[in-house]
Structures are given as structure tokens and as C-alpha cells.
């Protein structure tokens, strides 16, 4: 059976309950509030940040513009036949040297020229230069723009990894010696081929203050109280508006690290508790745009939607109050007045007239229906009163009729003990047996008895019945002692040996069998009586009579009673059987459960 789940209401008074439910009347006030900022937040996200997305994408579009044009003017400086002339060359005069080595510093100088008053972009060109054919050209940079020829002792750190990456160019943090001071500078990188022969470096291309000129661009867009950086793919900042984070490492949140995981490409937002991203992937330069807008500064427009609000709150909380004092009023007055009388009710005391007539709620009708079961009860408890008295009369007089049974009884044990002195042993003897089927068919009143009471009543059937009409048929007992305790409705075998006797081995004289046994199985046990009779039986009649609504009386009430007292007491899954017998006659399983007399 289910199991029915308890409700936690019950457990609290009505006062309780009522406190609740202003609770959960007041409740929804915080969802409001929560709702409220959420959808702020959405707006936020849904609009602010998708303003900020197309600005990335622009801004972006402007540093790549600038990229792109400085790319461009590496490539026309590296091809130029003067930049492919100067080769470090034992045969040249020094004098050609100069003058090669002077071309291209004008050549240099003439590309670092600020254009639309805007930040310049300076670019110097290393050479690698061990034999010291440019001994008269600076080996320091002195000005931001120069050709400068190094030997093995002076080669920058990055010239190596400019070499290895041939013509393709890589921004850098590096630094950079302006005349007697040091400064650290956003530089694009790319190694000078050789166009002539195609498979040797003259040196390596640099482009200094590319910080200053993104910066520039950066500082086209206004964020408020934000930052904008532009970093490489390890989130290392190369260039922001803010001149001090360049050369920091962004700290970015987890989502945004998944992003870089997943190679991510295109433009990306998230908004965390403190700040706004709008990130820029290209992973083609391997670069990032990243937008960074502080949540606060943003949250100012919120607070006419938080007065709102709030308003909104206080007047409901208010409202919630007026009703909890109604439903108070209303409610629990009542309901303390029948609380009350259901205290002081005592069964059988005058009921009072039913309080608060006038209402057609589920109070007045609670009040009616309670005073009126009252009423009822009391009604009740006087009719069970005479019940009661006329049941002990009946108990009475069911008492008085008892006392012929017994006293019948009690004559046949004379007449027996009379008999065997007077001599007269088998009459003795068949008093003797119908006085043993008188005292088992009382049984105390019993209806259960043990299976050892039912047999003893059998077999004075049995017996009594061969003595007088001088049958010799033979009747066996197979027994065990674990089956002779459990108990059986009274008067179960007795009608099935007579059918066998009757219906079976009547006329068959000494060749007639009747075999009673018993078999203990677990949980069940199962009686047998069998006979070795030729008649010939109707098993599926039988089969309609034990089970059918409908009976058929012509077919005899002794079987059919027997089947329906057995299940009455133990249930439908236990009675009786038919069947062939296994020497030709009838035979009749009784099923039963092993059930025991606990009294004893």
C-alpha cells in the first residue's frame, strides 16, 4: 500500500499559518526586486553591450587600418632597391658604404613622419654586421629612427626570432635606447629579405612607438569610467589607454579562458559582477580588443527603476498587512470560539444552538456541520445504549438454548457408561462416537479448530458409520504430527468422507479405499481424501458449484459451505479442488494456510 504523504501544514496552528502566508504575500516583493535587476542587467547586456560590440568591431577595424598601412610601408621599404643594396660587402669601398648607409637612413627618416597630425611611427633597420664593414655608423641607437649595425656581443634579443619568422611581421614589447634614456615601446617586427637572390636576410625591420599610435586610435572611442587594451593571445596588454598597463598580463574571466580554448574568432561579451568584456578575437594576428567597463558606472541609469520599485514594495507590504488583520477578524475569532468547544465537548452533553448562523462561508458551514455531527453523535451514543442492553439479552437467550446441546451430551456419556457396565459393548461403543461428534460440532463455540480435533471428529464418523450399517471398506490415515496443530474450520472432513463413502466405496464392500493424508509445503498445507470408486463424477459441475455465484442446489450445500467457510477465514487463494484420483476414484484437495491457536 502507497504510502500518503503527510502535509507540513497540519503541524501549525491557524496563527501560524496565517503568519505564513504573509510571508509568502510578502515574498514575491524580493522576486520583484531580483526580477527587477535582472531585467536591468538583460537590458544592460541586451542593448549597452551590444553598443559596445559594434564599437569593438569599428575600433578594431581602425587599428587594423593602421596596422595594415604600416605592413605596407615595411613592405615598400624592403623592397626598395636601396634597403636591397645594403648588404655588408668586403668589396665595397668605404666610401660606397656611406653613401648606401646614408640613402637608407633618409629613406628610414622620411617613413617615421607623423601623418593628419596623428602619432608617427618610427622605424630603424638592424643589421647583422660581425666584420665591422660599418665601423663609421652608430652601434647605439641614438635617435628613434637609424640604421644600426650590430656583431654578435650587441644582437637585440628579438632579432633571432625575426629571422626565424623570415618575412612575416609580429608585434613586440621591447626596449628601445633614445638617446641617453630607455624606454620601452610596442614594436612592429619583420626581417628584410633578400629580393635579389631570394634566400638570404639583410637584417630586420622595426617599427617603434606603435603603442602611441594605437593608443590613438583606442583613445577614439569614450568608455565610461572603462579601459580599452589591445593585447597578443597570452593577454599580455601591447598597447591601451592607459600608458601604465602596457606590458601587464589581463586577467580575463573563466568564460572568456574557455574562449581562448575553444579558438574562439569574431567578437564575444560576457558581464561578471564588477565588469562588462567585449572581447575581439583575430586569431589571424593572434591579437585581442579588449573592452573593459566597470558594471557600477552603468548601474547609475537603475535607479529610477529601483524607486519604482521599491514604491512598489512598501505599498504592497501595506496592503499585505490590511489583509492579514481582515482575514485575522475574520478568520481566527471564529474559529478560537469553535476550538473551544470542541475542548470543553463531552459525549452526550446538551449541544448549544450553532453559533454564527448568518454565514454562508466555509466557517458557517465548518460551525454547522460540526454542531450538527454533535448532535448526531449524541443521538448515536443513546441508540448504541439499548443496543447494547438488547444485545446482552439476546446473549441471554442464546445461552438458555445452549442448554439442550450440552445436556444431550452429557445424557449419551450416561447411557455410554451404563451401557459398558450392563455388558453391551458395541452400543457403548457408538454412544460413545456420536457423543465424540456431538462435543467436536460444539466446540466451545469455536470455529477454527486443530487439525488433530477435526480428525478425532472423522474418525468417530468413520466408525460409527461402519458399525451401523456393517461396512468393510478401509480407511487410512497418513498423518504427520507438524500438520496435526494447525487449524481448520470445524466439520470439513466429516462431510467429504461421507461423500466418499456415499458416492464411492458404498457397495464395494472390502476392495473400498478411502485414504485420508496431509502434507506440510511452507507456507501451506494440503489435505487429501481420496476414494477408489468407480462412479463416475461431473468434475466441472462440481468446479460451477464451488465457484460459481449462481449455485446449483441440486448438486448438494455440504461441499459449497465447506469451500465458503474456508474462505472466509483465510481468503480466495485457499479452498477446495476435484479431480481424478490416481487409482481411478475421486479426489479433493483441501488448501490451507499453516495458522496455529495462539491462545493455547
Not at 82 to 95: A, G, K
Not at 254 to 279: H, K, L, N, R
Not at 539 to 553: F, M, N, Q, T, V
Request: hydrophobic residues 40%; glycine residues 6%.
Amino acid at each position: 500500500m502507497r504510502k500518503r504523504l503527510s502535509n507540513p501544514m497540519t503541524k501549525l496552528n491557524v496563527k501560524q499559518q496565517l503568519i505564513l502566508l504573509f510571508l509568502v504575500m510578502v515574498s514575491p516583493i524580493f522576486l520583484l526586486h531580483w526580477y527587477g535587476n535582472m531585467k536591468a542587467e538583460h537590458l544592460l547586456k541586451n542593448h549597452v553591450t551590444s553598443a559596445y560590440v559594434e564599437l569593438s568591431k569599428q575600433n578594431y577595424t581602425v587599428i587594423k587600418r593602421d596596422m595594415d598601412t604600416i605592413s605596407k610601408i615595411t613592405t615598400t621599404i624592403i623592397q626598395n632597391p636601396i634597403t636591397q643594396q645594403l648588404i655588408p660587402l668586403e668589396s665595397d669601398s668605404v666610401i660606397e658604404r656611406v653613401r648606401k648607409y646614408d640613402k637608407v637612413d633618409k629613406l628610414l627618416a622620411a617613413n617615421s613622419i607623423p601623418l593628419n597630425g596623428g602619432e608617427a611611427v618610427y622605424y630603424s633597420l638592424y643589421i647583422y654586421d660581425p666584420n665591422d664593414y660599418y665601423f663609421f655608423a652608430p652601434k647605439r641607437q641614438l635617435m628613434q629612427t637609424g640604421v644600426y649595425f650590430f656583431s654578435d656581443n650587441e644582437k637585440p634579443e628579438w632579432f633571432d626570432d625575426a629571422v626565424n619568422l623570415r618575412s612575416k611581421g609580429y608585434m613586440e614589447i621591447i626596449d628601445s635606447n633614445v638617446g641617453l634614456s630607455r624606454i620601452s615601446t610596442l614594436a612592429y617586427i619583420r626581417a628584410v629579405n633578400n629580393v635579389t637572390y631570394g634566400n638570404g636576410i639583410i637584417g630586420v625591420l622595426v617599427a617603434t612607438k606603435m603603442d602611441m599610435k594605437i593608443a590613438e586610435s583606442l583613445r577614439s572611442v569614450s568608455l565610461p569610467d572603462g579601459k580599452i587594451m589591445f593585447t597578443d593571445w597570452e593577454n599580455r596588454v601591447l598597447s591601451a589607454t592607459d600608458a601604465k598597463l602596457m606590458g601587464t598580463t589581463l586577467e580575463l574571466p573563466p568564460e572568456m579562458v574557455i574562449a581562448d580554448q575553444m579558438e574562439a574568432e569574431g567578437t564575444f561579451d560576457i558581464m561578471t559582477s564588477d565588469y562588462i568584456y567585449v572581447v575581439n578575437y583575430n586569431r589571424l594576428m593572434n591579437h585581442k580588443l579588449v573592452y573593459q567597463i566597470p558594471v557600477s558606472s552603468l548601474l547609475k541609469q537603475q535607479s529610477e527603476l529601483k524607486h519604482v520599485i521599491q514604491l512598489i514594495s512598501v505599498a504592497y507590504i501595506l496592503f499585505g498587512c490590511v489583509v492579514m488583520v481582515y482575514f485575522w477578524r475574520s478568520l481566527m475569532t471564529p474559529l478560537q470560539k469553535l476550538a473551544q468547544f470542541v475542548h470543553t465537548y463531552e459525549p452526550g452533553k446538551l449541544v448549544p444552538e450553532t453559533p454564527g448562523k448568518g454565514r454562508n462561508d466555509e466557517v458557517g458551514v465548518l460551525f454547522a456541520a460540526l454542531y450538527d455531527m454533535a448532535r448526531r453523535l449524541n443521538v448515536l451514543i443513546h441508540y448504541k445504549y439499548h443496543m447494547d442492553i438488547k444485545q446482552k439479552e439476546s446473549q441471554l437467550q442464546l445461552l438458555y438454548q445452549q442448554i439442550n446441546p450440552h445436556l444431550l451430551y452429557n445424557t449419551l456419556e450416561s447411557i455410554y457408561w451404563k451401557s459398558s457396565l450392563e455388558g453391551n459393548t458395541e452400543s457403548a461403543e457408538m454412544i460413545k462416537d456420536l457423543s465424540k461428534l456431538m462435543k467436536i460440532g460444539l466446540s466451545r463455540g469455536r470455529e477454527l479448530i486443530p487439525l488433530e480435533e477435526e480428525l478425532e471428529h472423522a474418525s468417530a464418523y468413520v466408525s460409527l458409520q461402519q458399525k451401523r450399517y456393517k461396512y468393510e471398506f478401509q480407511v487410512t490415515w497418513s498423518i504427520p504430527d507438524a500438520a496435526r496443530d494447525i487449524l481448520i474450520p470445524k466439520i470439513s472432513l466429516q462431510p467429504l468422507i461421507e461423500n466418499a463413502i456415499i458416492h464411492g466405496v458404498k457397495f464395494m464392500g472390502e476392495d473400498g479405499e478411502i485414504h485420508i493424508s496431509a502434507v506440510v509445503e511452507g507456507e501451506r498445507v494440503t489435505i487429501k481424501v481420496e476414494d477408489n470408486g468407480h462412479k463416475e463424477v461431473d468434475y466441472s459441475a462440481i468446479e460451477r458449484l464451488l465457484s460459481g455465484d449462481k449455485p446449483d442446489h441440486t448438486l448438494g450445500y455440504g461441499i459449497r459451505n465447506i469451500q465458503q467457510r474456508i474462505q472466509l477465514h483465510f481468503g480466495n487463494m485457499y479452498g477446495m479442488s476435484y479431480k481424478r484420483g490416481e487409482h481411478g476414484g475421486t479426489a479433493v484437495w483441501i488448501i490451507l494456510p499453516v495458522s496455529h491457536d495462539e491462545t493455547n
